[in-house]
């Protein structure tokens, strides 16, 4: 059997940890190595750990001498793994018994380097519901191939949904983003899929996805600040793509209007504005791949010569500046 290494940051996980340790435990494909690094929890997430240390030698127990964040901590995990292929998984999230096997026997079948699992259910403490973002997503039953520009634009950027063969990403040197962002998967997503022809979509087993109010991203969200978050990976995307010659060969949207965008704050203003300006040439080749909504944000930012002429023109909330602008 093949060897899966699954790479599992944890930072304050305690009081969901054990249900997610013990769905790994439980997997029907056996051959794991389970790379758990904590990221200097101050709860009892060590303590844990070292329990399941005991247990089970598949474990690989990795303590951080610093707080890094997910994403550094995820690529110490990567340097760590010796598996043929590599799965990340949230410390808060569980799945299901068959749920390795199924994505172990389908990238094996399909002869691709990434695979991705659309089987997800949100999890609240009042109900159990299809994750929006991948019911989103139709598919044939079966499963269906997509080349590069369409998952890379069209499929959920979640990275504990797909499995990856090692050998893929070890070649193109694939790590997570430096920076402390709740987008640090956005990045990798458009970073890795970039180097692979085709990715297949498939429902395969199920994987449980808890939604927490506090969480790095629900934080992101109640401060309003992730729509910056957002950008600031767009703008990282497209250093990267023009660094590596990707610009021109494969053009897609390197940035997307999304409905809780707002200029709010002359820190947003003046990153939109510059980010804009950098990218002009490219939004002029490529100015067909965005849609009206786009379009005008990119408008109304780069007219404005700073924020306060922003405000006196526009409304924060960029969906709403557009519909008014339509009547």
């Known amino acids: 059997m093949k060897l899966i290494s699954?790479?599992?940051p944890i930072y304050n996980a305690s009081r969901f940890l054990p249900q997610c340790l013990d769905s790994i435990i439980a997997q029907t494909h056996t051959n794991l190595?389970?790379?758990?690094i904590d990221d200097c929890s101050t709860d009892e997430s060590r303590n844990i750990l070292h329990e399941y240390e005991k247990k089970d030698a598949r474990f690989k127990i990795i303590f951080n001498e610093k707080n890094i964040g997910a994403a550094l901590t995820r690529n110490i995990g990567m340097d760590a793994a010796t598996g043929e292929y590599v799965y990340f998984m949230d410390s808060d999230d569980w799945i299901e018994p068959d749920y390795l096997k199924n994505m172990l026997s389908t990238i094996e079948r399909v002869k691709t380097n990434i695979v991705l699992n659309l089987n997800i259910v949100q999890e609240t403490p009042e109900k159990s519901q299809p994750y929006q973002y991948a019911d989103n997503v139709k598919i044939n039953p079966d499963g269906e191939f997509w080349n590069k520009e369409k998952v890379i634009v069209d499929s959920p950027c979640l990275l504990w949904a797909r499995l990856y063969e090692r050998e893929f990403l070890e070649k193109h040197h694939l790590r997570l983003s430096a920076m402390r962002t709740t987008c640090d998967d956005f990045i990798f997503h458009y970073i890795s899929n970039i180097y692979t022809d085709k990715t297949f979509l498939f429902y395969g087993s199920l994987y449980h996805y808890r939604l927490r109010g506090d969480s790095i991203t629900g934080?992101?969200?109640s401060q309003k600040c992730w729509d910056l978050q957002f950008m600031k990976a767009y703008d990282a995307i497209y250093d990267y793509y023009r660094e590596h010659g990707f610009l021109h060969n494969c053009p897609i949207k390197l940035f997307n209007m999304m409905s809780f965008f707002a200029v709010d704050s002359e820190e947003k203003f003046n990153f939109y504005h510059a980010f804009f300006n950098k990218i002009e040439p490219y939004f002029q080749e490529n100015e067909k791949l965005y849609n009206d909504m786009d379009k005008h944000f990119r408008?109304?930012?780069s007219e404005c010569a700073d924020y306060n002429e922003y405000r006196t023109k526009h409304i924060a909330n960029i969906t709403?500046?557009?519909?008014?602008?339509r009547k």
């Open 6 to 8: 699954i790479i599992v």
């Open 33 to 36: 190595e389970i790379i758990c």
């Open 219 to 221: 934080l992101a969200k």
């Open 299 to 301: 408008k109304i930012v």
């Open 320 to 325: 709403v500046d557009y519909l008014r602008s």
